[in-house]
């Protein structure tokens, strides 16, 4: 009976959500805020990657925001699960053959998730998306060995460093140039590593401040048992 | 516009597993369902036919040809938060197993609809 009443509910949401996006045209025009950032981007920023330009120089303060939003969550998770300091993983080993090829590609995951956040502004990636390819790295050691720990008192110590290079940067914009998060560094040669200014080293440091906190995420999620 | 009804689809099918599920863990499940469903229709806005990603990673690409960043660049943050959301919500079923001893929300008290 609920399922009956829980299908008809969904059809009437669905009918109105997809009426309202018929009227949206779908595959044809962009719109005119997309058009600026594409034609001017590449002289204003230096970033090659519009996307980059976007998230951490015309909407830095934002990302600033977002990176917040992560680290509450990362708090409020480790403040609820508070009393898990000491437990284990209710995992054990992994066979001989995981544990070797997970000590293999450890390092190599780690090395991916490094190029994808230090090439940010010229390949699709960043920091968000390098910080969570290093986590799955640790993630997969979490997983084959049962006594792999990572060392808490230094992922705060990366992840605050990494949080007051982000503000610094932005305060520096202000002393130099005319806004928070201004862009006071040449910006350089376009496609190149050492180019488009503050923008490679905010997306260091939040790839950074994103691996430390997903691994210590997930080491608090991971202990379960006594 | 197959993209829309994926989208849609994906979310009412979020929904429903919110809806009817007994399983806290389905729930959740079914909540980042829901995050997937509204990221795939906010991309599939700024889709534009034969367009590429928006790089400029050689001289040869114009910028008439590329799809709508903005999109793209809001979905990243939506992805982000909704991430926060999932993991805040496990940690607090990993609470409730602890205290109650079971996933289902019947027979935990004061839960029930």
Known sequence: MRKVIAVLLLGIV????????????????????GDYYLENSVEQTGSVNTITSIIVSYR???????VTVLFLASTGLAAILFDNRGRKRRRQHASLIVRIGAHLIYPLIILL????????HLTPGGGFQGGAIMATGVLLMFMSYRSFEVNHKWLTYLESFAGITFVTIGLSGLIWGDSFLANV???GVPNELFSAGIIPIIYI??????????TGLLDNLLKTIK | MVFYVAGILLVLIGMYAVLTKKNIIKIVIGLSIIDSGINLLLIAIGYVKDATAPIFSNETLKAADMVDPVPQALVLTAIVIGFGV?????????RLYDNHKTLNINKIRKLKW
């Open chain 1, 60 to 66: 830095g303060f934002d990302t600033l925001g977002e």
């Open chain 1, 205 to 214: 440091a939040v790839g950074i401040k994103v691996g430390a906190e997903l």
């Open chain 1, 185 to 187: 560094l040449p910006l």
């Open chain 1, 14 to 33: 669905g009918y109105y959500i997809f009426s309202s996006f018929l009227e949206i045209p779908f595959g044809e025009n962009r719109a005119t805020i």
């Open chain 1, 113 to 120: 998730g490094a190029y994808v956040f230090i090439h940010g």
């Open chain 2, 86 to 94: 999932t993991a805040v919500a496990l940690a607090l079923v990993i």
